[in-house]
Nanobody, 122 residues
Framework: VQLVESGGGLVQAGGSLRLSCTAS????????MGWFRQAPGKEREFVAG????????KCADSVKGRCTMSRDNARNTVWLQMNSLKPEDTAVYYC????????????????WGQGTQVTVSS
């Protein structure tokens, strides 16, 4: 089972980015696909998530109004779009698969991607 992220990089403050997460190795129909991030010296935190089969985007308060997720079931891929980026958005962003019904927290994830670095310059 693999979750592979891509799309990170260096972005200027106020800019946008789109991260992708492609899943393989099993069906994720009964999973909630989440994005978490971890900045240096800080704990990993939830950013946004989307049910694989249904439901809208759930965003953390820190990015609410600036985040959108979408999915393509045929391609087993979900995307995170973030706008109006701020330097405090700088972190390694991780894709995670959480079984439906479990709390959307780090310890609930069954699978993690390797992470992709996002750096927002001021």
């Amino acid at each position: 089972v693999q979750l592979v992220e891509s799309g990170g990089g260096l972005v200027q403050a106020g800019g946008s980015l789109r991260l992708s997460c492609t899943a393989s190795g099993r069906t994720f129909r009964n999973y909630f696909m989440g994005w978490f991030r971890q900045a240096p010296g800080k704990e990993r935190e939830f950013v946004a998530g989307l049910g694989w089969s249904s439901g809208g985007t759930k965003c953390a308060d820190s990015v609410k109004g600036r985040c959108t997720m979408s999915r393509d079931n045929a391609r087993n891929t979900v995307w995170l779009q973030m706008n109006s980026l701020k330097p405090e958005d700088t972190a390694v962003y991780y894709c995670a698969a959480i079984p439906l019904g479990k709390a959307v927290v780090v310890n609930s994830a069954d699978y993690w991607g390797q992470g992709t670095q996002v750096t927002v310059s001021s």
